[in-house]
């Protein structure tokens, strides 16, 4: 199992992703990059008290004609939230549903096109 160090001991000139977010190129999510940043951003502050200027999100489109779901090109969008170790559950789950909601609101998609998950520690990007 991988061990990541305790966030206080990370290397501070190295820049940690706290959101990576993979859009499907070309689609509504893509095109609205710059709104969702801002209320990412907005969300990490209210949760974690973090600079939203300072916050790190990795974009990471995925290419048309690369992701298929039942036979039809995906519009689905997948965003990963790093959070503290030990994290709590409940915590958790109002952090994911409150991405699904920025997600839905600011794209117009459905619930079934975001998949929000939080990972404990740094994000291995």
Do not use: N
Not at 44 to 51: I, L, V, Y
Not at 68 to 88: D, F, N
Not at 93 to 120: N, Y
């Amino acid at each position: 199992r991988r061990r990541y160090p305790a966030r206080d001991r990370i290397d501070r000139s190295v820049v940690l992703a706290q959101y990576a977010c993979m859009i499907q190129e070309g689609q509504e999510p893509d095109r609205k990059r710059e709104a969702l940043a801002a209320r990412l951003r907005d969300l990490a502050h209210r949760t974690f008290g973090e600079d939203a200027d300072a916050v790190e999100i990795r974009w990471l489109p995925i290419a048309k004609g690369y992701a298929w779901t039942a036979g039809e090109p995906s519009t689905t969008s997948i965003v990963v939230r790093s959070v503290p170790v030990g994290y709590p559950d409940d915590e958790r789950e109002k952090l994911l549903r409150s991405i699904c909601d920025i997600w839905v609101e600011t794209t117009g998609c459905s619930i079934d096109e975001i998949v929000a998950t939080a990972l404990d520690g740094p994000l291995p990007l």
